[in-house]
């Protein structure tokens, strides 16, 4: 079948600390995957994405890169800002075009 | 870029009334659109896909009659929670796909919080 697994949160960081945020999927056949940014209040937004094995998806300094091999989905940021302050969700979406969200993980940035 | 809205943003409501929610691409047409329900401090959980013009698909668990969807225009799907409990408490969140990307994208939109006293 498919599904997503993302590290569990709260992710309390400095600003200006290194992000990591895991995430490993499984899935039959070849899925693209994403990762969505969700604010207080507000909807999914998408972040970025890669559609096939060893695509890197990159936006706002985020980047994440499709792991065939170990099945994952990580997402970095070198430096992170108060701004960042959210919940990012991996997911992926199969080749029937349905998406499979992970449980999300909340990350809080300090000043 | 393409836009999906919600409306309402917030709604309360006394069990045992119905309450619409109403989905709209704004400056795309969709062809496809999806429900999801999101549990505080949850994921997002598929709860139908609706076709213009044609019946939803739901997923495994998610009760028909309860959640009434219908997808009439190409921009606008409407779900509508009938005979709401406390227990239909959630937010709900729709997406619409279609518009400029070629990629068949998904576009989200910004989520209603339903609360049923």
């Known amino acids: 079948g498919n599904s997503v697994t993302q590290m569990e949160g709260p992710v309390t960081l400095s600003e200006e600390a290194f992000l990591t945020i895991n995430c490993t999927y499984t899935?039959?056949?070849?899925?693209?995957l994403f990762w969505y940014v969700q604010y207080p209040g507000e909807g999914l937004q998408l972040l970025l994405k890669?559609?096939?094995?060893?695509d890197k998806g990159s936006n706002k300094g985020f980047e994440a890169t499709y792991r065939k091999e170990t099945t994952s989905f990580h997402l970095e940021k070198g430096s992170v800002q108060v701004s960042d302050s959210a919940v990012y969700f991996c997911?992926?979406?199969?080749?029937?075009?349905?998406?499979?969200f992970g449980s999300g993980t909340k990350l809080n940035v300090k000043p | 870029g393409a836009v999906v809205s919600q409306h309402p943003s917030w709604v309360i409501c006394k069990s045992g009334t119905s309450v619409k929610i109403e989905c709209r691409s704004l400056?795309?047409?969709?062809?496809?659109m999806f429900w999801y329900r999101q549990f505080p401090k949850q994921s997002l959980m598929l709860m139908a896909t609706?076709?213009?013009?044609?019946?939803?698909?739901?997923e495994q668990g998610v009760e028909k009659d309860k959640f009434l969807i219908n997808h009439a225009s190409l921009t606008l799907s409407t779900l509508t929670v009938t005979s709401a409990h406390p227990e239909d408490s959630s937010f709900y969140i729709c997406?619409?796909?279609?518009?400029?990307?070629?990629?068949?994208?998904?576009?989200f939109g910004p989520g209603t919080r339903l609360t049923v006293l």
């Open positions: 997911a992926l979406l199969n080749n029937f075009n349905k998406f499979y």
């Open positions: 997406s619409a796909r279609g518009g400029p990307s070629s990629y068949n994208e998904q576009f």
């Open positions: 400056d795309f047409q969709a062809t496809t």
């Open positions: 890669a559609t096939k094995a060893d």
């Open positions: 609706s076709n213009e013009g044609s019946k939803a698909t739901y």
């Open positions: 899935a039959t056949g070849y899925p693209s």
